[in-house]
């Protein structure tokens, strides 16, 4: 079984650089209120997750969740967390490194 979310060399590189700064981390792929659609990064804890929350997996040793109604649209997909050049969410912890997290996806066969 393919794993639901993954991410790429780049995207390990930069979590393990925050790991060094914050220590341990957890994502959540936001559902587009503050921060449109992105992978959000924060220290490990910070998020309250909930039950209506899906753990996808992780990436990077990091636990990354999804809401469980943002889970039933992607459900058919495996995300791919990468990282670009620009500001992120401003909640997520990769703001101050110039570049963000970015998702992407690809239906599963």
């Not at 998020?47 to 469980?68: H, K, M, Q, R, W």
């Not at 889970?71 to 990468?82: A, N, P, V």
Request: with cysteine; proline share 6%; net charge negative.
């Amino acid at each position: 079984m393919q794993p639901k979310v993954i991410a790429t060399d780049v995207a390990l590189e930069l979590i393990e650089k925050l790991k060094a700064k914050y220590g341990p981390l957890m994502f959540h792929q936001s559902g587009g209120c503050c921060d449109g659609s992105s992978p959000m990064c924060y220290p490990q804890g910070e998020l309250i997750v909930g039950n209506s929350d899906v753990l996808l997996g992780e990436i990077g040793g990091c636990p990354f969740y999804i809401s469980a109604a943002q889970y039933e649209y992607w459900k058919h997909t495996q995300l791919i967390i990468d990282v670009v050049p620009g500001r992120g969410g401003m909640f997520s912890l990769e703001g101050p490194e110039g570049v963000r997290f970015l998702t992407r996806s690809r239906v599963f066969e």
